[in-house]
């Protein structure tokens, strides 16, 4: 299994946005513990048909609350390829996403800035329109 992480502040509210919002699969929730011996979740969802998936990291400590929102300094650090733009703009949307500006055409695709549930920035991304 291949993963990246993002910092939530709460794991239910992140499994609704990234299930609902953007039509993941939740691939696990199962019980688990910190280091330190405390409970935890491990909590991983992804695309429908994807290979990657994210770890959804509920923040622990002051630190890495406030990661969550920021993991990359304000800059674009998820990207999420879709197969029809239009259709999964317009789903995402619909369902509360918020986009940061108008779909654009790009010399790789189409594009359309949107943040998660947390403020971070992604990349929805669709091939060329022909």
């Not at 019980?31 to 048909?49: F, H, I, Y």
């Not at 890495?64 to 650090?77: C, K, L, P």
């Not at 500006?101 to 403020?119: H, I, S």
């Amino acid at each position: 299994m291949q993963l990246t992480a993002i910092i939530v502040d709460d794991y239910d509210e992140a499994i609704a946005f990234f299930t609902r919002a953007l039509g993941f699969d939740l691939a696990e929730d199962s019980p688990s513990l910190t280091n330190d011996g405390r409970p935890k979740r491990w909590v991983v969802v992804r695309p429908p048909g994807g290979e990657t998936g994210i770890l959804l990291a509920q923040a622990d400590g002051e630190r890495q609350s406030r990661a969550v929102g920021d993991q990359h300094a304000g800059r674009v650090g998820f990207f999420l390829r879709v197969d029809d733009f239009a259709a999964s703009y317009e789903r995402m949307r619909d369902a509360g996403v918020e986009f940061l500006g108008e779909p654009r055409t790009e010399p790789y695709g189409r594009v359309a800035v949107f943040r998660d549930l947390a403020g971070n920035r992604w990349d929805l991304l669709g091939p060329a329109a022909s």
